[in-house]
């Protein structure tokens, strides 16, 4: 990508003065100081001892980098950027590791929560047949690590942690932290430092719970995409989707709906004129053939070991027998262009037809 271009994107995005602020300096020496008060108090409280204290403060921090991957499936040739904050040694990464840990069990336990691929297809598969005239969406927010407002995230961590009746003092901890980890966000861009004013670039996920709706046969979020299966006509989903949209001024979704079809991360669902589901592989008009070569120097066991996981993911995926087989001559078409030799695709080929999920 052209430098000047790529720079250009992100100082648009930092241009936007309600999610970005500009300071002066790094404010890394005043973050720590901020930090060891909260940690001292809680020592004294006895919420924390020596061991987590020392595994909080980091004793040789490096400042945070700001940048963007390009959004090429949007647009190929001005790409939209998807700002990310290297942040692994910075300030505020124990915190992060540390409430991350802590809050993971909560955001598991919802029962919209999507781990990955795997498990939407777990859940979709008690689907098998639905009604005929339901409907299909998706619904997406748009820049959802920028639109968490910090006020309503750490509400919904509080409310949550109460009402898993978790001990006060425990909860102290966990909200002084969240509080440090959101206002202080800070990141350096060339010789520019910034603080973001609203939501995180880090990956710090709040999660407050959606009530359950009337006409959704089902709700699953996976992080910022939604997949729902919608009993209403389409009056009755727009009405929906307008009411969303108009919760939270800085939270917005966009909607994708059809009778017949929809995609949800790299699977698409198909519904028949009886409403009975089917899955199919999906792949972004973007995406090339970019499987490892297999004259690359990595390990003869990593080469060897793709096409058995590609062949894999298409056989857990791909529902009905003879489209399954069409992937899976696809798959091997691909491997075969990257010169994996024939024998080990025939291998894996019959492994994998012995091995449908």
């Not at 066991?301 to 894999?312: A, E, G, N, W």
């Not at 009905?320 to 069409?326: M, V």
């Not at 695709?345 to 037809?353: F, N, T």
Request: glycine share 2%.
């Amino acid at each position: 990508m052209n430098k000047s271009q790529y720079v250009c994107e992100i100082r648009r995005q930092l241009a936007d003065t309600n999610t970005y602020k500009k300071i002066q300096s790094d404010p890394t020496f005043i973050i720590r100081r901020k930090i060891d008060i909260i940690l001292n108090k809680h020592l004294d409280n006895k919420t924390i001892d020596n061991k987590t204290k020392t595994f909080l403060i980091n004793q040789h921090p490096v400042t945070p980098v700001l940048y963007t991957l390009p959004k090429i499936h949007k647009d190929l040739h001005n790409p939209p950027g998807r700002p990310v904050v290297a942040s692994t040694d910075s300030i505020l990464n124990p915190l992060s590791v540390f409430l991350k840990k802590i809050l993971t069990p909560y955001t598991h336990n919802t029962k919209s929560f999507i781990l990955d691929t795997g498990d939407f297809l777990n859940k979709i598969r008690t689907l098998d047949t639905v009604s005929p005239t339901s409907i299909l969406c998706t619904l997406d927010v748009n820049s959802l690590y920028t639109s968490i407002a910090h006020d309503k995230g750490i509400q919904a961590v509080s409310q949550t942690l109460e009402e898993a009746n978790t001990d006060t003092g425990s909860r102290e901890l966990c909200l002084d932290l969240l509080n440090i980890v959101l206002r202080e966000n800070f990141f350096r861009f060339e010789d520019d430092f910034f603080v973001q004013t609203c939501g995180t670039p880090n990956g710090l996920k709040c999660c407050p719970r959606l009530r359950k709706l009337q006409h959704a046969i089902t709700w699953f979020r996976y992080i910022d995409d939604i997949f729902c299966i919608w009993l209403g006509d389409f009056s009755s989903l727009s009405a929906f989707f307008n009411t969303l949209n108009s919760v939270r001024e800085e939270l917005k979704f966009t909607l994708s709906h059809d009778t017949e079809t929809i995609t949800f991360l790299d699977t698409r669902v198909r519904k028949d004129s009886q409403g009975k589901l089917s899955r199919d592989i999906y792949t972004k008009p973007t995406d090339c053939n970019n499987l490892l070569r297999y004259d690359s120097c990595h390990p003869k066991s990593t080469r060897d070991s793709l096409p058995r996981s590609q062949f894999k993911r298409v056989t857990r995926i791909v529902s009905d027998s003879a489209t399954r087989k069409s992937r899976l001559q696809e798959m091997s078409d691909r491997f075969k262009s990257r010169n994996y030799p024939s024998t080990l695709l025939a291998v894996m080929m019959r492994w994998s037809r012995s091995n449908i999920e």
